[in-house]
């Protein structure tokens, strides 16, 4: 099956610093790419959905200048946290959808997860 | 808007009994529907889907789901519990006419199995 990869897998940075999380699809093209966040007992929250080659759409709520999105190629969408404080620490999860067949019946996958601790 | 609900936080069942974890949607248009496992500190697995045809869905590790239009549920279900099957399963929903075609998470069920 498809695979969709997270890098990296845990970081801890301090406040203030700004932090870049990598998805890729490896064996796919994703035209468009998911980032959700999970806090620790909680659910999945969608914070933005990204199509390559244009601007993320930003659930409401999410700050889009502190979470920067970046979707510059049919593999790879990048979250980068600006600004880091302790309370942006949590699981972040990307997911990609497939680029082939009809919109509706492309499959979305999930990466592993990116652990963020804010110190 | 779409949205999806486990009514549960936590279901515990003993080793060897059926289980059943609940899952109620709302959408616009036609539902395309989802369960997932949650291993602690891991990403989600996928375990099932509901798109169109048979009502009961079989998936991943034994578990099935059935969906119910007029009830508008797509619960879990599993004949014979296993204490691996201990994990946080979430139900997720994806409007099919919706432009966004974005997948929506309940918050997520508990499940514990005890020997």
């Known amino acids: 099956g498809a695979v969709v990869s997270q890098h990296p897998s845990r970081v801890i940075c301090k406040s203030g610093t700004s932090v870049k999380i990598e998805c890729r699809s490896l064996d796919f093209q994703a035209t468009t790419m998911f980032w959700y966040r999970q806090f620790p007992k909680q659910s999945l929250m969608l914070m933005a959905t990204s199509n390559e080659g244009s601007k993320a759409t930003y659930e409401q709520g999410v700050e889009k200048d502190k979470f920067l999105i970046n979707h510059a190629s049919l593999t790879l969408s990048t979250l980068t946290v600006t600004s880091a404080h302790p309370e942006d620490s949590s699981f972040y999860i990307c997911?990609?959808?497939?680029?082939?067949?009809?919109?509706?019946?492309?499959?979305?996958?999930f990466g592993p997860g990116t652990r963020l601790t804010v110190t | 808007a779409q949205s999806v609900a486990q009514p549960e936080d936590q279901v515990n069942v003993a080793e060897g009994n059926p289980l059943t974890v609940k899952c109620t949607y709302s959408v616009s248009g036609n539902p395309y529907l989802f369960w997932y496992v949650q291993y602690p500190n891991r990403g989600l697995q996928f375990l099932l889907k509901?798109?169109?045809?048979?009502?009961l869905v079989k998936g991943s590790y034994g578990f099935e789901a059935e969906f119910n239009k007029s009830q508008t549920s797509f619960h879990l279900k599993k004949p014979s519990a296993l204490v691996s099957d201990s994990a946080l399963y979430f139900c997720?929903?994806?409007?099919?006419?919706?432009?966004?075609?974005?997948?929506?998470f309940g918050s997520g069920t508990r499940l514990s199995i005890r020997p």
């Open positions: 997720a929903v994806r409007d099919e006419d919706s432009s966004a075609s974005k997948i929506i």
């Open positions: 997911s990609a959808r497939s680029s082939g067949g009809a919109q509706f019946q492309s499959e979305q996958y």
């Open positions: 509901y798109i169109t045809g048979d009502n």
